[in-house]
């Protein structure tokens, strides 16, 4: 059974950056087949997928279009865990975050599953 | 805005069928994925393709998908049924993934 494990911290001053792990277990964060996933939510914005990073031979990552050019995501094999790095935050960027491993078949795309998630607070 | 819109709100009879919908253009090409939301939880997936349940999730979830328009069914509908549902696929030019605004399904 795969369970992921959030951690992070729960306030962030604006303009610094957010940094919250993943970790892993009950799979491999470079496996060929899965996505591992970040997703946020918050009452203004709903559920907003931020990106993701996988290994098919090489890393790749990709960024939702709200914070492409704010966010980093990427993997630690050793400790089989991935991040999430998003510079630069406003209160806006308050929400509960989420890590997801992501999968794709029969023409869909589905997150699952879901770490418990974790509210940051992006305030001085 | 969210490019796949839900009604934010939904009731059904208990043991009734009730039917939670999400239009967006991205489904003339994808299929949709469908979590289940209760209060303090993570989302959690019900089903997504064609018309796949991960393990755990009872047969009275189908989807289904026509035109522009994904639909989540539930056939006999329980109390532990209530909760938020939301959709998600991917945008209509394929490099997103966005989810839906949710709809709320009561269980009267």
């Known amino acids: 059974q795969v369970q992921l494990q959030l951690s992070g911290p729960g306030l962030v001053k604006p303009s610094r950056t957010l940094s919250l792990t993943c970790a892993i277990s009950g799979d491999s964060v470079s496996g060929d087949s899965a996505t591992w996933n970040w997703i946020r939510q918050s009452p203004s914005r709903g559920l907003e997928w931020l990106g993701r990073t996988y290994y098919r031979s090489k890393w790749y990552s990709e960024y939702g279009g709200s914070v492409k050019s704010r966010v980093i995501i990427n993997a630690d094999t050793s400790k089989n865990q991935f991040s999430l790095h998003l510079n630069s935050v406003t209160p806006e960027d308050t929400a509960v975050y989420y890590c997801a491993r992501g999968g794709y078949r029969d023409n869909s795309n589905w997150f699952d599953p879901w770490g418990q998630g974790t509210l940051v607070t992006v305030s001085s | ?108």
């Open chain 2, 1 to 108: 805005s969210s490019e796949l819109t839900q009604d934010p709100a939904v009731s059904v009879a208990l043991g009734q069928t009730v039917r939670i919908t999400c239009q967006g253009d991205s489904f003339r090409r994808f299929y949709a994925s469908w979590y289940r939301q209760k209060p303090g939880q993570a989302p959690g997936l019900v089903l997504y393709g064609i018309n796949n349940r991960p393990s755990g999730i009872p047969d009275r979830f189908s989807g289904s998908r026509s035109g522009n328009t994904a639909s989540l069914t539930i056939t006999g509908a329980q109390a532990e049924d209530e909760a938020d549902y939301y959709c998600n696929s991917r945008d209509i030019s394929g490099t997103d993934l966005v989810f839906g605004g949710g709809t709320k399904l009561t269980v009267l």
